[in-house]
């Protein structure tokens, strides 16, 4: 019997929508006994706040200035020579595979119809060159009714894809409309279930179960809604007149004045014509309830997987539980995460268990060791047997966990840029044209910004040179290779829609 590499990820969870981490009004029973058999960490960033980039840099171990990926809509490619999972472990004789949701290619949006998918096969080519053995696609919930993936393909074969397909446009919070093997979610589960059954236990594999949920649409099956305890749903903390001033990124996210254009430096919340603060206390409950009912389903899905790989592998079985980041989820009275630096979004779930990681920390105790998404390429490079890259920006968690791990952590979205030192947390937004800096310690809220007063000058000076300092770094190494190539997926007509999809009516196109 051979060894294996767990990774779960999720979309957009909130480490608080864990029970282990303090939520309280869902039990994730799985997660949990992760937690307890592993190591939770308590200080986990994201190295961005926004799907792709954040993606892309747990993939390969660097933050998104150093590979171009800085954004949802940039127009490059990480090119598949660079050192990443997938080829790395591969290098080393690993079977490598991914369920559910890959989120590395940028997209066209204002291209795009939803329910009126291209062409994917390309995108799909590009994922599997980057070194994956076995992908079973679902592109996000929403991405995979843009692009044919396997997942849509499955529900058109089953008859399902109208019914499925338009159920989140453009609602927010609902019951999913199919059968619950269908829900994005679920699928993703059941495709590793059914890998891991095949798969040859002789064989070491990395594995990466992606889950595209608890993401929007928040859709859960209404079974999933029972398993939420309404009275413990999180509190809308946010302070009266917190965004009267006009020193913060997302003034105009929450209260958008009805005939401005949505400000382009916004959360998802404030797209809507008088942006989130329109939403009343119990349209914020009823998109908690929705949310949480999504995590329930996955920890039932993480589950699923890991008794089949514990079937399969027995004790050779080391796992990572993860996010690509968070979600206001009424904090602030926000929604969303687009252009966020809260705590909210930049702090990420984060569970390590299983024989690697026996003797680095106490079993089932938290640790408050400072670790990244970027810290999951380095950790598995020692965890198969190859040298890490010389240009990765994380570190191995075992390291992380003998000496406190990252003094100086980053986020970043295009034009975006987050520095936090674990007290301090500074966030430079060239977008909205704002600065702002928190003392987490005084302030863990994130309500009074020190950026522009006298006693948060040092350390605002502190941390923006230590930022020129990296991105420097990064900019001038004249050994640095040249940022990734052209994304052509962002010229459609080279994606020629194979099916032409509307509310009412499915026809092939001749």
Not at 166 to 185: K, M, R, S, V
Not at 259 to 285: F, I, L, M, Q
Request: contains cysteine; glycine residues 8%; aromatic residues 10%.
């Amino acid at each position: 019997m051979s060894r294996c590499i767990l990774l779960f990820t999720m979309d957009e969870c909130r480490y608080d929508a864990l029970s282990c981490y303090g939520g309280r009004a869902i039990a994730t029973p799985h997660m949990d006994a992760l937690a307890a058999s592993g190591i939770r960490f308590d200080r986990a960033l994201t190295p961005s706040p926004v799907c792709l980039p954040a993606r892309c840099a747990l993939l390969s171990g660097q933050y998104p200035h150093r590979t171009g990926m800085v954004s949802n809509t940039v127009d490059r490619l990480l090119a598949p020579e660079t050192p990443n999972l997938f080829n790395l472990a591969k290098s080393a004789g690993w079977t490598t595979a991914l369920t559910g949701k890959c989120h590395f290619t940028a997209t066209p949006y204002a291209q795009l119809t939803y329910g009126k998918p291209f062409d994917g096969e390309a995108i799909r080519d590009y994922l599997l060159s980057l070194g994956l053995d076995h992908l079973a696609l679902c592109d996000g919930k929403v991405g995979t009714f843009w692009f044919w993936d396997e997942y849509s393909r499955g529900l058109k074969e089953a008859g399902l894809f109208e019914k499925v397909a338009f159920h989140g446009q453009p609602a927010q919070a609902l019951l999913f409309p199919g059968p619950e093997e269908w829900h994005t979610d679920a699928w993703t589960g059941r495709q590793a279930v059914e890998y891991l059954e095949a798969h040859d236990a002789e064989r070491p594999l990395l594995l990466w179960v992606s889950f595209p949920g608890p993401h929007y649409p928040h859709d859960p099956p209404r079974r999933y809604l029972d398993r939420v305890d309404e009275s413990q749903l999180p509190l809308l903390r946010w302070r009266e007149g917190e965004f009267d001033g006009g020193d913060k990124a997302h003034c105009r996210s929450f209260r958008r004045p009805l005939e401005e254009e949505a400000p382009p430096a916004r959360c998802e919340g404030g797209s809507n014509p008088g942006g989130s603060s329109r939403y009343t206390d119990d349209e914020w409950k009823e998109i908690q309830r929705h949310y949480l009912a999504n995590v329930a389903l996955i920890d039932d899905a993480v589950g699923e997987v890991l008794a089949a790989a514990r079937e399969k592998f027995g004790a050779n079985l080391d796992v990572i539980l993860t996010s690509d980041h968070g979600d206001m989820m009424g904090a602030h009275r926000l929604w969303g995460k687009g252009f966020c630096a809260y705590e909210e979004v930049i702090k990420v779930p984060f569970l390590a268990s299983g024989p690697v990681f026996v003797g680095h920390a106490a079993q089932g105790q938290p640790s408050d060791a400072r670790v990244s998404l970027l810290d999951i390429l380095p950790t598995v490079c020692r965890m198969v047997g190859v040298e890490v890259p010389a240009r990765c920006d994380g570190r191995d968690l075992r390291q992380s966990l003998a000496d406190g791990g990252h003094e100086l952590l980053f986020s970043f979205h295009a034009g975006l840029l987050i520095a936090d030192d674990g007290r301090w947390r500074l966030s430079i937004n060239q977008v909205s044209g704002t600065v702002e800096l928190y003392d987490l310690e005084k302030d863990p809220g994130e309500y009074e910004n020190l950026a522009h007063v006298p006693e948060g000058q040092a350390v605002r000076c502190r941390l923006e040179r230590a930022a020129l300092e990296h991105l420097m770094t990064a900019a001038l190494d004249p050994a640095q290779p040249p940022i990734a190539s052209v994304n052509s997926f962002l010229r459609l007509e080279s994606l020629k829609p194979k099916f032409s999809v509307n509310e009412s009516s499915f026809s092939e196109r001749v």
